[in-house]
């Protein structure tokens, strides 16, 4: 496989985007692809999973750490950064190892100095960071270099620590960094190893005092004499605890790392790159015939695996993962509908934990259904920990007017609560799993038909319950009657909690009993549910076949989004709510009817499937991530992967490509796109090799896009590692090995 | 009473408001008080009752007749106009005869020549109008007289002729207006007679040609040798008839005034005047103690009648009467709800006509209601003829982007229907004519509640039924749920259909079975619905005594108008909508829960209706003419005349201080407020004098402000006219005549 991606020289322009492209990460943080001598103007960002923070009236979003890679190098008392004037420069992810290098040549009077710098997030270690820079020279000179951690921390919605103490001691800088609106904070500790090669070999250095100080910035400095041939590295390891993971976070830091010297570097890579191959064994996929798709998907899978929680059960995966504070660092549905499945076959332990903290947000869900006179769980359309949800009533801004748009993300997006179960459901039923029923899981099932259920009106006269006033997954209709959708999803999650109290009574009495001391009314319950999901109303297709969105919708202006754009007045202008370019016409977002045939296409004819594919493509802007994924699902479905093949690329190459929207106004709103990543790996199988599994049986109905010769990718099921392989015309499926813990 | 109104002077900024404070009209035409000289750019309309055109996608909205009072002087070859030069001007309406007289003196070469004209639109012929024009000179000179007809008509939505014919014949001019979108026709007529004073008394005059050719425009041209002493008068009829009131319009033009002469006009003047008389004789009010508000409302009750349909039942009142194109020329609540009761108390025909519109316009309104998916009557919220809902879904223009808005005044105004109820039963209530029940009125009253009964939802587990997404009275607050107002006129229809229907059984089986062959399935409908309306969720008081709007309502910010106010970034800018800066405070345009207490106050205490008062006063902006008068309802219902009192005099004062708002961007929207006007009398006659009617029995419980010695009024009750006296301690009633006719 080709495991690296590389940009070479200076582009002002791409910061943003490279800051993201050249990300590395382990779950517990992100750390985006800029340069150790850059500071907040160029987006630095290291990403902590799970820990928030609200200023004023700003965004709830995650904190980033202090900067505890921060390197510089003086040159006769001027700090080297790269820009247009830089001798040469480039930059290079390892994919298969997540192993970020950069290369920096800078010309100076005595010759040309050259920066390597190679940096990784452990991959066993969660909290712990390592960077080796190495400096070589063409000719004699000195420089200075400051290795320390910065506390200039750039933020979206910051600042988020009221105060940073800085202290240093035995070589070890330590930062502990105090959250603005909580008592939690965030400790960096900071460990450098310094050498120089000489003929006798790598040879110690010794600290001066620096002369360049910058604010919020604790160094050390090493003033370095460089000559040909005789290089000076440094080996830095770095910590990060907060008080979510340790009741001294201090303490942990200075532990993880004081005994940690020059040698342990070698150790602990080769422990990092062993995680990383066996990763590889359960994911990487093989396209032959398509040398860019393949590389896209497998790039796809490392984004996938450096932000997926392994460190603690009960975190999930953010909307723009570990990439920034983007979108909040929030969870939205973009993980049970997109993200699970790909960790359910490969390490279904990180797809329990996407359950877990759902079942660990059910306080968070019965609290907000409550709030808006609902029953039930009710879950966050933008979830941050215990199920808090961040998104504002307010989560545009009018750009004719410069005010907060009133949008109903947070209190209309009623089909949230569906795609948790969705998740919960996925997961019981590939790996057998019943461990979570108790565990909360059934309760928090059992919640959200109850939500379902006290959502559900009858118009006088009418026979069936009706859900009226939503947002379906297409965001840009607003406050919509019977979205076909968000109907059927809960109709299936009433279905699928009567399943699981029918799985808790097989667990037997005490089980049983264990959820009824769990579930307000229990039996009652499920007696007043028995009939209900079939008297919840449907959308059926139409005499053309077609399944309206919603109510409604066929008598809105019938236009295109070319059509609809052209009408814009101010090119950041928002397409939906009460007033957007696209409201009251049938150009949608993304995915919505689709959505809803890609999830349930068994239950429709090909013919059906088609005809909505054929009705509604046209009209969808694919302007959000999560569409093309479901156009491309249907389009295998009706057989023709031809049709399908642009979807998957666009999903599978939204990372690697770059080039995506980085900014709304002054906020920044880039990063990964993780649910494209998920979106692009069930395409390749469930789409293309037609994985299905059929009563615990792995089922390939391949229908590949012409130019594929052959799919081959691993898959874990029920404990076991596959080889599977796909042509236009045979499948094979190969037991590798029992996997050592049942789901792993 | 005082009997006029003038202004002198010209100021081209009140060409607009002048319009419609010196209009004359009869009902079946308003003639803005625009000169005669003046053309379309100084806002000349006649406009015409119930007769509409749509060009485009402008607006639906009624034709203005070509300007048959056209009359203008050459002086030299050059046209006199009012300016700011003019030497002297002013302008007259007598609103007790419904004369407005202008006057007006040029400063020529060879000395001052003053025109004086009067013009009246003839109260008991409706197509009938007359204007004496007549000129003075205090020197020797030549002035060219041109007396025609102009077809360059004003419109605000318009052209709405395609064509317009002239002939001239035997000295009478003819326009036969062509209307765009419809086989209608307009025609108009004009006869001139002209004569100069001489020693020997009046003398004929000769026609000339006039060299004096206007585009559109068709006259007859007379030289005028002025001298002192020596006065030219000009006589001149005109009639008005369209396709809607003629199969040969143009004949029966002709028929109205080929046979009026010179003499004719002081015949015509006198049945016109006698006319008014009897108008006032039911209508003139006295207020001792308060010159000022004595003369505000006698001024509103002349544009009440100026406007009143009586020359054809089913038309009714517009919501700027017919003072211009404004507002589509549509019928809204406001006829009902303020302005039927003083017709209903002085000329019970003209209310009957109300009715009556709206029973022949159950056509559109079932229509409307299956257009949306529910049954029944949802009557227009703009109607026009038959009922048809001239209301856009783009109400209101962003400022911002000069993009429609989409707007639910059409679809989710649901109270309009029972507002129709509450018109019908007011009239049944206090006129005890049942002769409208068979024709279409109990239908009608029983496909609004069918409508109501359609609207109900009950949630899932609920008991109650509930009216979701609709606008109340306040439009600030779009599609919200358990409005006030709406669930409790939805109740309120419901039961008076019950009622409808047991007053036509008390008619005899005769009658109750022509209403089963009118009803689909009545007595089913009316077993279901016997006991519907107590089940339909009602707001109550909260522990402060305070009923909230609609659901959530106490949960918006809670801020003042002022302070929203402040929120603009364009003055022009829509409060309400999905973006406006009022939309999510509790900042309300006019009274909603107060409009409620205003029309069910006997069912509150009057705590009940204080404490709302208080707390919904400082709440609203006030930004319909419908909210005052229901401010000072409650307020007389409190017992707090002196707080009542400015929002009495809000209402009625609205037409004779004039600056009210005209443009809205290029779009005019002036006009007279018949429901202001209607709100005055309300407020005087119910609110102050406290007039009620009890078992048929006129009651008072005056509540007079303190300056106030007394009011005296007439009414009409049963076909009686009475005379009432009310002061801070006494009353009277008088019975004056019983009157011809049955209600009249």
Known sequence: MKDYIERSGYDASLIGDDGNRFLIGNGYAGIRGT???DRKDRMVGITLAGIYDQVGKGWREPVNAPNFFYTCLYHQGKKLVVDEKTESHSQKLNYRYGIRERRTSWKLSEGIVTLTSRRIAH???????????ELEADGEMTLNLSAGIDGDVWDIHGPHYAQIMFSRED????????IQNSNDKVCVTRSN???QKTKAGYEFMTVIESSHKEEQVSAQCFECHLSPGSPIVLRSYAAVFSSKDSNTPAKSCYGAITDLGWKDYDRLLKSHMEKWDDIWDRSEVVIDGDSEAQEAVNYSLYHLNIIAPRHKQGLSIAARGLSAQTYKGAVFWDTEMFIEDYFLFSQPEVARSFVKYRVDGLKGALKKARSYGFEGAFYAWESQEEG????????VIDVFTERPVRTYFRDKQMHISSAVVWGMKNYMEHTGDTSLLLEGGARMVIECARFYRSLLIKRYGHQQYEIHDVIGPDEYHERVNNNAYTNKMAAFTVDYALEVVQMVRDLGPDAYDE????????ENFVSEISDLAPRILQKEPNAAGVIEQHDGYFKLEDTTPAKVKKRLKHPKEYWGGGHGVATDTQVIKQADVIAMLSLFHDSYTKDILERNFDYYEPRTEHGSSLSACMYAMVACKIGKPDLAYPFFMKSGTADIRGGGKQWAGLVYIGGTHPASAGGAWKNLIQGFAGLSIVSGQIQLDPCLPEHFKAIEFPLVLSGKLHRIKVTHDSTSVQLVKRLSKEYV
């Open 388 to 395: 808090e949800d961040a998104c504002s009533d307010y989560n």
């Open 35 to 37: 340069m150790e001598e």
């Open 193 to 195: 190893h310094i050498r």
């Open 171 to 178: 070589g070890i800088i330590n930062a502990n960094a105090y």
């Open 515 to 522: 959820l009824k001391s769990q579930v307000k009314d229990l």
């Open 123 to 133: 991959m066993v270690e969660p909290n712990l960071f390592m960077m080796e820079y």
